[in-house]
Nanobody
Framework: QVQLVESGGGLVQAGGSLRLSCAAS????????MGWYRQAPGKQREFAAI??????NYADSVKGRFTISRDNAKNTVYLQMNSLKPEDTAVYYC?????????WGQGTQVTVSS
């Protein structure tokens, strides 16, 4: 059993910042990649950012504003979100891959007011 515990969501004004965290625990073998996805109301879940093997990749919509980082010792991934926009409002999910499976967090709500 693998548990992903997310935290850090909330309500923020446009232009503000939030930092999301996702800690993985349980029966998980060596983590290969860790990432963040988001789902806005009425829309499909979409990719936001990923880190794997020391490299990172971002969706165009968040590039330059969001930064993904990882603490391997803690099996934790972070998403620093700056210059937030109302269109960033969504439920944010972390996703973790090991060599056999991938796992989703429960989601954390981020709301950006204009």
């Amino acid at each position: 059993q693998v548990q992903l515990v997310e935290s850090g969501g909330g309500l923020v004004q446009a232009g503000g910042s939030l930092r999301l965290s996702c800690a993985a625990s349980g029966s998980i073998s060596s983590i290969n990649a860790m990432g963040w996805y988001r789902q806005a109301p009425g829309k499909q879940r979409e990719f936001a950012a990923i880190t794997s093997g020391g490299s990172t990749n971002y969706a165009d919509s968040v590039k330059g504003r969001f930064t993904i980082s990882r603490d391997n010792a803690k099996n934790t991934v972070y998403l620093q979100m700056n210059s937030l926009k109302p269109e960033d409002t969504a439920v944010y999910y972390c996703r973790v891959w090991d060599y056999a499976n991938n796992y989703w967090g429960q989601g954390t709500q981020v709301t950006v007011s204009s």
